[in-house]
């Protein structure tokens, strides 16, 4: 079975940009959450979507957005970039959503803001 | 305030002994809990899950489980110089929206096996 996919794998901005981010869960998953990995704050959760809905959000500026489409793949979004947004962005999926499943994480997409 | 502790490292352990790595978590209405491991440039690799109280052996892999403690380890038997990575210790709980609250993750253990 395909593990779950991202694209791109790496991007480059500059300030005040948006950017949109693409993630594949692995086949039946439908719980599909995303991460941003960065040195000094480490594993952060962005938001968690299941079956097209938001189910929860982590303390993130509204400038980050996602979706998820009715075949459950994810976008998210982040509009005017800022330098801070520089990150490893992790798309994980779940088979379920609750606090049970475990989640698979993806190979991330780089961002660089300049 | 959600947070996961763990000693950041590097934990050095000797090709062929037990590496053990630890995680202390805030939350008591935590419920499962997660060791990942990751590689240097890599995303994390599950490990394990643990949701109860005790021991959970899968091959060279021991995860612990004491909710009343609020503590999580994992033991790595007979490590390897592969082991070699950071293991992250991941806890999740259910939001009052139903949902999965998100993973927590601590800082991670950066593990160093000499060969």
């Known amino acids: 079975k395909a593990g779950v996919t991202q694209t791109p794998r790496y991007l480059i901005k500059t300030r005040g940009q948006q950017v949109t981010l693409s993630c594949s869960p692995i086949?039946?998953?439908?719980?599909v959450s995303w991460y941003q990995q960065t040195p000094g704050q480490g594993l952060q959760f962005l938001f968690e979507?299941?079956?097209?809905?938001?189910?929860n959000k982590g303390n993130f500026p509204g400038r980050f957005s996602g979706r998820q489409f009715s075949n459950s793949r994810s976008e998210m979004n982040v509009s005017t970039l800022e330098l801070g947004d520089s990150a490893l962005y992790l798309c994980?999926?779940?088979?379920?959503?609750?606090?049970?499943?475990?989640?698979?994480f993806g190979p991330g997409t780089r961002l660089t803001v300049l | 305030q959600k947070e996961v502790e763990q000693n950041s490292g590097p934990l050095s352990v000797p090709e062929g002994a037990i590496a053990s790595l630890n995680c202390t978590y805030s939350d008591r209405g935590s419920q499962s809990f997660f060791w990942y491991r990751q590689y240097s440039g890599k995303s994390p690799e599950l490990i394990m899950s643990?949701?109860?109280?005790g021991d959970k052996e899968d091959g060279r892999f021991t995860a612990q489980l004491n909710k009343a403690s609020q503590y999580v380890s994992l033991l790595i038997r007979d490590s390897q110089p592969s082991d070699s990575a950071t293991y992250l210790c991941?806890?999740?709980?259910?939001?009052?929206?139903?949902?999965?609250?998100?993973?927590?993750f601590g800082k991670g253990t950066h593990l160093i096996i000499q060969p």
């Open positions: 979507y299941f079956s097209e809905t938001q189910r």
């Open positions: 991941a806890v999740n709980m259910v939001s009052t929206g139903g949902g999965a609250d998100g993973l927590t």
């Open positions: 643990i949701y109860s109280n």
């Open positions: 994980a999926s779940s088979l379920t959503s609750g606090s049970r499943g475990e989640q698979f």
């Open positions: 086949s039946g998953h439908r719980s």
